[in-house]
């Protein structure tokens, strides 16, 4: 029986890709990373290159003047950003995650009137699902919204949110029948406008990592938008924004294993030049075990995340597991290797004259947010024993 293995191995434009997206991440996103980090600064240069390049939304279908990349290729993308910079690989992860809902459920009207200015790299999007009190308990939100003849009204607050202050667009989940039989019911996705009267923007959360991606609060005091706006059917919304993450959550298993991968790179780099006793430190059986264990992890994350990726590309069942997997796996992942990379730096690692202690920040909140690891162990757990 013959046998291709072609289907072990990305394709050529993929690999392309990949190329591409490394070189002007080393070039034009790399020199400005520390910086970024440093001052708390959105990272505009990345933005300017990655849009110029056609890289800041490559999961906007065609139709809607996007690149039409499919999900592996989006992770190529947010994977080989993250390598250098944690913040800058926000900027295409966040437009997938606050552009899925419209296009899972979305109609073709809001569709044409949302993804083309994203697809053209001219604005961008966030999510907003969670509020204080109703983190990983999202059916426990209490911002709500009622019709107002064919408008809707919306009051609340959505925090952790991403990039918000510089997004224009939102996609947001809140309470529209507080009354109904079971809470999933009640709950349905809009998509506001940064101009839309009543719409408000809080201060910036101080955070350990990722501080080039600003972090708020968003208010919403009678804020008012046109009744086109509403992500499917009234009631549907929190069932949206659960099939979302399941097509989202290997771009987080991306930025983590891009963050692993940097943080790997710049390891071996270092063991190689720093001599110790007469010899470089790679040379010890030591430091060639961590190494390799390392790399181990990181190629294991990887496969994981590009699988769990092309599952959802082809729009398979029962995604929870696989998604939930990378998602969680290659987090755990970036929290180990950058760790261990600061221990191979020995004090140096400590710094903040090293990227290594930048990446170990930065990896933490990937086995946080969009749903934390316990959630994600939860979620697999669900799906294994129901068969």
């Not at 993308?77 to 690989?89: D, L, P, T, W």
């Not at 991403?162 to 029948?177: E, R």
């Not at 208010?219 to 989202?248: K, M, Q, Y």
Request: proline share 4%; hydrophobic share 40%.
């Amino acid at each position: 029986m013959e046998t291709s293995f072609d289907l072990y191995q990305l394709p050529d434009e993929h690999l392309a890709l990949r190329a591409a997206v490394r070189d002007l991440a080393d070039k034009e996103i790399a020199p400005y990373a520390a910086d970024v980090d440093e001052e708390e600064r959105f990272p505009r240069e990345a933005w300017q290159a990655l849009t110029k390049a056609g890289f800041a939304a490559v999961h906007i279908p065609t139709e809607y003047g996007g690149q039409g990349a499919d999900a592996v290729a989006a992770c190529i993308v947010i994977e080989e950003v993250a390598r250098v910079c944690a913040s800058s690989s926000l900027i295409p992860t966040v437009n997938k995650l606050g552009t899925t809902p419209i296009m899972l459920s979305g109609s073709e009207e809001l569709k044409r009137q949302v993804l083309p200015s994203i697809g053209a790299g001219e604005v961008s999007a966030s999510y907003a699902l969670s509020e204080r009190e109703a983190g990983s308990d999202t059916a426990s939100m209490r911002a709500r919204a009622s019709r107002d003849g064919s408008d809707w009204i919306l009051n609340g607050t959505k925090c952790w949110i991403t990039n918000a202050g510089v997004s224009t667009w939102y996609t947001v989940m809140v309470v529209t029948d507080p009354d109904a039989a079971r809470k999933v019911d009640g709950i349905s996705a809009f998509v506001v406008h940064k101009d839309d009267p009543g719409f408000e923007v809080g201060s910036k959360e101080r955070k350990l990592g990722i501080k080039g991606s600003p972090t708020r609060e968003i208010h919403f005091v009678n804020c008012t938008i046109p009744g086109d706006r509403i992500i499917g059917e009234p009631g549907t919304g929190l069932r949206t924004a659960l099939r979302t993450l399941d097509h989202t959550r290997p771009t987080v298993g991306a930025q983590a294993v891009g963050i692993a991968q940097g943080a790997l790179d710049a390891a071996i780099g270092y063991v190689k030049e720093r001599r110790q006793f007469g010899r470089p430190i790679a040379d010890n059986q030591g430091v060639q075990f961590m190494i390799a264990d390392m790399a181990m992890k990181i190629e294991a994350a990887r496969q994981m995340v590009y699988v769990a990726a092309a599952r959802t590309e082809r729009g398979e069942p029962n995604l929870g597991f696989i998604t939930a997997a990378a998602k969680c796996y290659a987090s755990d992942v970036a929290m180990e290797v950058t760790t261990d990379a600061v221990q191979l730096f020995g004090g140096a690692g400590y710094t903040r004259d090293f990227p290594v202690e930048r990446m170990m920040r930065d990896a933490k909140i990937t086995q946080i947010y969009e749903g934390t690891n316990q959630i994600q162990r939860v979620v697999m757990s669900r799906q294994l024993l129901k068969g």
